[in-house]
């Protein structure tokens, strides 16, 4: 997948914001990439191109070859490749609809994922693959913990057999313990259905966790985008130097940076 150069421009009531400029990225077939940048870099904005939500201004947004338009002139089966977790479950799951009504909705859009006399197993199947009793069908999100929400929120966009996850800050509003069982959960996923992430962050500590490659943006722009462990031991801009230096202060001078390949299990 490429996307060079999406470029938007937002429109004030005299002033044009150009939110995101020159951004050329490609992601591989079961690849993790991440896209870290401090707040306004215009991570969300890039998201919000892939998913088609936002037309870039110049430049195209390319699946397997195939030019993407925006969400609503997208083919079906494109619409369906491409999925998005948000960061806060609480305000992106409808909490008057039961976990089962919230899956299901995704195949009232596209029934051909799940024929409808499969739906009943197709649902403790979502729930399950996702590390969730089936028997949470039956609850309302207030009901369940930020964790949970947010598996629910990923089991309804694997829901879709998506090709592309986009998550947006997925796990930023989750303490740090739920934080990692999410993102080893993202990664048997990946493996499992055979995925690509697109893995947006603020956050240095979670990139080491998830990513196989590293987008480093700043001010609207492309500043380095290298493996993880290039970016981690050998990083190239000086921005990237200048994020790592502060996420050394944060945790501690001397903690040496391990990337995805080291990670190991609880
Ligand atoms: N609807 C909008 N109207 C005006 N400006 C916007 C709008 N959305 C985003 N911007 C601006 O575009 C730039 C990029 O924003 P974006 O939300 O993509 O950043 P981000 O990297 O996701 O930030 P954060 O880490 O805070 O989520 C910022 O300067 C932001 O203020
Ligand atoms: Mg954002």
Request: proline share 5%.
């Amino acid at each position: 997948m490429t996307f060079p150069g999406p470029r938007r421009s937002l429109r004030g009531a005299r002033t044009i914001v150009q939110a995101v400029d020159g951004v050329d990225l490609d992601i591989q077939a079961q690849e993790t990439l991440a896209l870290v940048g401090e707040s306004g870099s215009g991570k969300s904005t890039v998201a919000r191109c892939v998913l088609g939500l936002v037309n870039p201004q110049q430049g195209t947004i390319t699946y397997e070859g195939r030019e993407l338009g925006p969400v609503d002139k997208r083919p079906a089966e494109l619409q369906r490749a491409i999925q998005m977790v948000f960061q806060d479950p609480g305000s992106s799951l409808n909490p008057r609809m039961t976990v089962a009504a919230i899956i299901r909705e995704a195949w009232k859009v596209h029934p051909a994922v799940a024929p409808k006399g499969d739906r009943r197993q197709a649902l403790a199947d979502a729930l399950t693959d996702v590390g969730l009793d089936p028997g949470v069908a039956d609850r309302r999100p207030s009901a369940l913990s930020g964790g949970q929400r947010q598996r629910v929120s990923i089991a309804r966009a694997l829901a879709l057999r998506p090709r592309l996850l986009v998550c947006d800050e997925a796990v930023s509003a989750l303490d740090v313990s739920v934080q990692s069982q999410i993102l080893r959960l993202l990664v048997d996923l990946q493996r499992t259905h055979d995925l690509s992430i697109l893995f947006i962050t603020h956050d240095l500590a979670v990139v080491r966790q998830i990513a196989d490659r590293v987008a480093v943006m700043r001010k609207g722009e492309l500043v380095e985008c290298a493996s993880a462990e290039e970016v981690f031991t050998a990083p190239s801009h000086s921005y990237t130097k200048q994020l790592l230096g502060a996420a050394y202060d944060l945790e501690g001078a001397g903690r040496s940076f391990e990337t995805r390949g080291a990670v190991s299990g609880e």
